[in-house]
């Protein structure tokens, strides 16, 4: 199997922090897998996700993309090749979705028509309808839906492979399921390689390939979830997983109290 | 105004139409050409400014000290420098607005939602496309009132020119003053503020068009 994204050795440290965000990670994530980073707010899984694309450069390391040094790439030319999702979305407010949609493949000067077409394959592709919200701005759309643009506008181009920050973060519990659901239903379709950050274990354990558990910048235990529950690397993720586990008896045993 | 100044006012303008229309034209010019340069020298300097916050508070800072000074003060300190006429007026009046325009050109772009630019970034848009396509059309509502003030704002201060030579609607309202000539008073007054307030107007039309095409509103 092919490897999508490659890092060695890979250290960052932010001016004026007294610690490492990253420190000394290097693994290999597998072309066509879902890789989920976990960890706590600050323990450096944006960073890892934002030196992917180069909006943070590294300060010792190297990181391949497909074999090549990202360093050795045009950051522009790099980008356009990777799918971006992020919390707060970000979808640029005085376009219409369908303008949203079509940012990349437009700078990357496709044809009117299949820019046209791909928009609405998109849109089907995301349930939202291209008749009903094509022509409608990102701020008439709810929380949700403008998440599932900012999903199709980051699969516009057909990237090799996609960053997710959180993306589900700021969406209510049942929204998020069926966003999650999707998100594997689009993965199942065209086996894209995904790197997908979040602070909640349940996510993180639902939709993985393999786990990616992060501390303090350090890589605690990188493996398949069920790997990660019957043998847990150290007592990080001992706790972690713990900490899941008796969450879920306390719904067993019914959290509300009568 | 009292009745009996309205035919008078007509027969001037009947009589003497190029004392009207001359100081009309010039402060039109003066205020045009005015903003022009204002509005150039603004763009760069922000342009410079924009990564610098402690800068820009500094520069800002700056301005806003000097804008507090009385124009007739700040006319009397550069005429030896630069002399009497329209050349001294338009530097004051750019000085004036610098304040204005870099205060708001820069809250301007800060105001864009750091999500969007950093998605923007992300998608692969290089900084002349996040700049034309995203960074200046969100920041466009905020420079487009600084614009507005500046206009009014000038209009009002460029009929003080007039004491230092500059032409314009003042010419009028100062001959009016020194010959207590009230027809020519009620015209320069009549027609500055009817010139502050059709600029007002059309600027604020297009300020409030910019607004709606950023919130996203047809």
């Known amino acids: 199997m092919a490897t999508a994204v490659e890092f060695r050795s890979v250290c960052k440290r932010f001016p004026k ?32 996700l934002k030196m992917v694309n180069r909006l943070y450069e590294p300060d010792s390391g190297e990181i391949l993309f497909f074999g090549q040094p990202i360093k050795q790439m045009n950051p522009i030319e790099l980008r356009r090749k990777i799918g971006y999702v992020i919390q707060q979305v970000g979808l640029f407010p005085h376009m219409r979705i369908g303008e949203n949609i079509a940012t990349v493949p437009k700078i990357l000067g496709w044809p009117k028509q299949k820019i046209e077409k791909r928009v609405d394959e998109l849109l089907e592709l995301v349930q939202l309808p291209a008749r009903e919200f094509k022509q409608r701005y990102p701020h008439q759309l709810s929380g949700g839906q403008q998440q599932r643009v900012g999903l199709a506008r980051a699969l516009a181009a057909d990237p090799a492979i996609m960053l997710l920050d959180e993306p589900f973060g700021a969406i209510d519990a049942i929204t998020r399921r069926s966003l999650q659901d999707e998100l594997l239903s689009i993965h199942r379709r065209f086996r894209k390689t995904f790197l997908f950050v979040t602070h909640d274990i349940h996510e993180a354990f639902r939709l993985a390939d393999r786990v990616l558990i992060l501390n303090a910048g350090k890589v605690q235990q990188f493996a398949v979830p069920a790997e990660i529950c019957s043998s847990p690397a150290n007592d990080f993720v001992k706790k972690l997983v713990d900490s899941a586990r008796e969450e879920q008896l306390e719904w067993k045993r019914g959290v509300c109290r009568k | 105004m009292e009745k009996g100044r309205v035919p008078e006012m007509i027969q001037f303008l009947l009589r003497y139409p190029e004392k009207i229309f001359v100081p009309l034209l010039q402060h039109i010019e003066l205020t045009g050409l005015t903003l022009l340069i204002s509005i150039v020298i603004a763009s760069a300097l922000s342009l410079l400014l924009m990564r610098s916050r402690w800068l820009s508070q500094l520069v800002v800072g700056f301005f806003s000290a000097v804008y507090a000074i009385p124009s007739m003060a700040l006319f009397a300190l550069l005429i030896p420098l630069f002399g009497l006429g329209e050349k001294t007026a338009v530097i004051v009046l750019v000085i004036y607005n610098q304040f204005i325009l870099v205060r708001n050109i820069l809250s301007g772009f800060h105001s864009v939602d750091p999500a969007v630019v950093e998605s923007a ?58 010959t207590m000539n009230m027809v020519k008073i009620l015209w320069g007054t009549l027609l500055s503020s009817l010139l502050a307030i059709a600029v007002n107007l059309l600027l604020a039309a297009l300020e409030k068009k910019a607004r709606k095409a950023v919130n996203g509103e047809d």
């Open chain 1, 17 to 48: 922090a007294s610690y490492d965000a990253v420190s000394n990670v290097s693994l290999k994530i597998n072309e066509g897998e879902i890789v989920t980073i976990l960890g706590t707010s600050g323990c450096g899984k944006t960073t890892l």
């Open chain 2, 121 to 178: 970034y992300g998608m692969g848009m290089s900084e002349p496309q996040i700049f034309f396509k995203i960074r200046l059309p969100l920041a466009s509502p905020v420079i487009l009132a600084g614009i507005k003030i500046a206009s009014v704002s000038t209009i009002g201060i460029a009929t003080i020119g007039a004491t230092i030579n500059s032409g314009g609607l003042g010419t009028l309202l100062f001959e009016g003053l020194q």
